[in-house]
């Protein structure tokens, strides 16, 4: 699989499940093109994944995400993808937070885990790029 490196860091924020979802957490014109904005709502919760620099201090949020999103468009009837990614960060002892799109999947990894995090993926045969300031 080949990922991409988002730019900048990403938090991941939980709200009450008849939360509405805040103005901050929404892209504004001219937000960042390959920033990941993601809203979750089940009976037990809201999930909101945007960009951390957003997110006020007071929110109930994990941070410093950054994420890796899948190039291309995977066919719905593929198997088999988030395993052949979960697999060698789980090895390696990596945490992942998954968000799935219609047409891709993104694995959210620590900040502090990236490089090794793309090590990982890379020895596991997966290509990623990593522009510079990313």
Do not use: K
């Not at 924020?13 to 892209?27: I, K, L, N, S, Y």
């Not at 504004?28 to 957003?54: D, H, Q």
């Not at 949020?61 to 988030?82: D, N, P, Q, Y």
């Not at 052949?84 to 900040?111: M, N």
């Amino acid at each position: 699989m080949q990922l991409e490196l988002l730019t900048g860091a990403h938090a991941v924020c939980r709200f009450e499940p008849g939360a509405h979802v805040p103005a901050w957490a929404q892209p504004a014109e001219g937000a960042e093109a390959n920033a990941l904005f993601s809203f979750t709502r089940t009976s037990e919760e809201l999930s909101i994944v945007c960009p951390e620099e957003l997110v006020p201090a007071d929110a109930d949020r994990s941070g410093e995400w950054r994420a890796l999103r899948v190039a291309g468009t995977i066919e719905h009837g593929t198997t088999g993808v988030l395993a052949s990614l979960a697999t060698p960060l789980a090895e390696a002892a990596i945490p992942i937070f998954v968000v799935s799109t219609f047409d891709t999947d993104y694995l959210l990894v620590p900040g502090s885990g990236l490089g090794a995090a793309i090590r990982a993926l890379r020895v596991g045969g997966h290509e990623v790029d990593h522009p510079e300031g990313a």
